[in-house]
């Protein structure tokens, strides 16, 4: 019953493939996220949607194509991977708006390495 | 513009010291802040926000609109407390949460 969910939790692939990374959230909220951690540590927001919709998109190239088939799941997909991709990619889930219960619960991480 | 400062990218403490991990904001407005751990290669975790003034694990942050600070405090630090810190705030539209760069806290006995 874990609340949100990524798949897989490492992926080693080649310089030049396609790779998805699967998000799932059981908690009912609106919004999903991607983020990216680098090797400093340093988090980043790469996407946003809120019910399906993209309503953040980062300075990200657009290699990366998020895709949304419901509110419960954000999928990460990454056409032609290049060294500098490697990180950690993390997924989350709020319910947007202010006050208690908005808080943002994370995934446990794909460690993605580019070789 | 929306941005959150961690000065300190490593703090060391002996077991028993008290802990102050530093966060600084610039916001327009009202902030919603948080503290996010993430313990070593495991997800975040939220450790605290503001609103709700719990102390969760011996913590307490306490928000200073004065000096925009929403410093992480522990009057006693445990071993268990070695992680990464965050702190973050939801930006002004309230569709994603803005990082600092962190703090390493390390815990030595």
């Known amino acids: 019953d874990t609340a949100v969910s990524q798949t897989p939790k490492y992926l080693v692939t080649q310089m030049g493939n396609d790779k998805s990374i699967k998000c799932e959230q059981n908690l009912g909220h609106d919004t999903m996220y991607w983020y990216k951690q680098d090797s400093k540590k340093f988090l980043k927001i790469m996407f946003s949607y809120n019910n399906k919709e993209l309503i953040i998109n980062e300075t990200v190239p657009n290699r990366f194509s998020p895709k949304s088939p419901d509110k419960a799941h954000l999928n990460l997909h990454i056409n032609s991977l290049e060294l500098g991709d490697s990180a950690v990619y993390f997924c989350a889930s709020s319910q947007r708006g202010r006050g208690v219960g908005t808080e943002a619960f994370f995934g446990q991480g794909t460690r993605l390495t580019v070789v | 513009a929306q941005r959150v400062t961690q000065p300190e990218k490593l703090l060391s403490v002996f077991k028993g010291a008290p802990v102050e991990l530093k966060c600084n904001y610039s916001?327009?407005?009202?902030?919603?802040l948080f503290w996010y751990v993430q313990y070593s290669r495991q997800r975040l975790q939220l450790l605290l926000r503001?609103?709700s003034r719990e102390s969760i694990k011996g913590f307490t942050a306490d928000l200073n609109k004065g000096e925009t600070s929403f410093h992480l405090k522990k009057p006693f630090a445990q071993e268990e407390d070695s992680a990464m810190y965050y702190c973050?705030?939801?930006?002004?539209?309230?569709?994603?949460?803005?990082f600092g760069k962190g703090t390493t806290l390390s815990v030595s006995s």
């Open positions: 503001h609103i």
């Open positions: 973050a705030l939801f930006n002004q539209a309230g569709t994603a949460l803005i």
């Open positions: 916001y327009s407005g009202s902030p919603e």
